[in-house]
């Protein structure tokens, strides 16, 4: 792939966005290779993945301009398709997700962080979705996961004005969960991948799958879907090795994802 790497440090994946002499940006290419990627994750090794992107100065500084330019209804159309076809598969991997972003994060770079499960950024990290400034809306998820994170009040005046938010800002608002100095994002991002990966995937990978699946529905079918997670951690080898630890005073043997 000419725009995504992708590497392993123990049970964490990095996924990077290597597209720096664009800031980054998203074209097809870019979205295609986001897509490869994703399917190569090997989900029984990797246990918690953290998307970035090249470089301090843009996470993703948007979708590619010249070439969204020119397209016709159905192309533009086509090429949203793409992207939020792409973007749901990430934001409905099994795993947890973490977006490290470093600098910009406009339009479709915001809209890929917030496909992701956690947000931390840095200091220097710039948020929005600029999109009716050049004539569009959001076109990969913008206006459904905005409202989501910060509540359809903040989120409309974001999209109707353009605005900028800076990464203060951003912490305040809830659309990112921590933010550090550019040095340590990484750094930081990796520490709390590391403690998700720590512990027992099965039951990780429930808790998102029923947070996610239970926000769609009412409460009574939200209840019924935990309760289905719920049920399904027991009689894991993690489950009876953790609780077997607990019991008997001591730590638990690694967790063997079975």
Do not use: H, W
């Not at 725009?3 to 996924?15: D, P, Q, R």
């Not at 399917?39 to 996470?59: H, M, N, P, W, Y």
């Not at 699946?213 to 090795?241: H, P």
């Amino acid at each position: 792939m000419e725009y995504i790497k992708l590497s392993a440090e123990g049970n964490v994946g990095v996924l990077t966005i290597n597209r720096p002499a664009a800031l980054n940006a998203l074209n097809d290419q870019v979205i295609r290779e986001l897509d490869e990627a994703l399917d190569s994750i090997d989900l029984d090794s990797i246990r918690c993945l953290v998307v970035t992107g090249e470089g301090q100065k843009a996470f993703v500084a948007g979708a590619d301009i010249g070439q969204m330019s020119g397209l016709s209804k159905a192309e533009g159309e086509a090429f949203g398709k793409l992207g939020n076809d792409v973007f749901r598969k990430l934001e409905t991997l099994p795993i947890p997700t973490i977006a490290a972003v470093c600098g910009f994060a406009l339009g479709g770079g915001c809209e890929l962080a917030m496909s992701c499960d956690i947000r931390l950024c840095s200091d220097t990290a710039v948020f929005g979705q600029p999109e009716v400034g050049l004539g569009i809306t959001p076109g990969f998820g913008g206006t459904q996961r905005m409202a989501r994170l910060i509540g359809m009040g903040r989120a409309k005046e974001l999209l109707y004005t353009a605005r900028k938010v800076k990464a203060p800002e951003a912490l305040a608002i809830g659309l990112v969960q921590g933010v550090y100095p550019a040095e340590q994002l990484m750094e930081e991002a990796l520490k709390m991948a590391q403690r998700i990966a720590g512990n027992a995937p099965i039951a990780v990978r429930a808790c998102k799958k029923a947070v996610n699946d239970g926000l769609q529905v009412d409460m009574d079918r939200a209840v019924t879907v935990e309760e289905k997670l719920f049920g399904s951690c027991f009689e894991t080898e993690d489950q009876k090795n953790a609780m077997s630890a607990f019991v008997e005073k001591r730590k638990p043997d690694p967790f063997v994802n079975r």
